[in-house]
């Protein structure tokens, strides 16, 4: 997986993950939930921005609750600032 090689690499900067409308799959979907629990094991800050309303309540549905929570933002510019804001 190479979010994972990317996640250890950089760790701790925070991870902003963008998926655009094309890429809102299930299966993409899936792999950010896994990308997540990942940053969770390494304390490492996740959120996700995607413009598209199904891929974020799939993303809600389906996150794990006993996990720090998953932050999904509508914009890219929101997500990367709240990352920003939160890494200092």
């Known amino acids: 997986m190479r979010i994972s090689s990317i996640v250890h690499a950089l760790n701790p900067a925070p991870v902003v993950i963008v998926l655009d409308d094309e890429a809102a799959t299930s299966a993409s979907v899936s792999g950010v939930l896994r990308a ?3 940053c969770c094991d ?3 800050l996740m959120s996700v921005a995607t413009h598209s309303a199904p891929a974020r309540r799939l993303l809600e549905a ?3 609750t006993s996990r720090p929570h998953l ?3 509508a914009r890219i ?3 990367i600032s709240a990352a920003c804001a939160a890494a200092t």
């Open 36 to 38: 997540h629990r990942l």
């Open 62 to 64: 389906n996150a794990d």
């Open 77 to 79: 510019t929101i997500a």
């Open 42 to 44: 390494l304390g490492t």
């Open 71 to 73: 932050v999904i933002h």
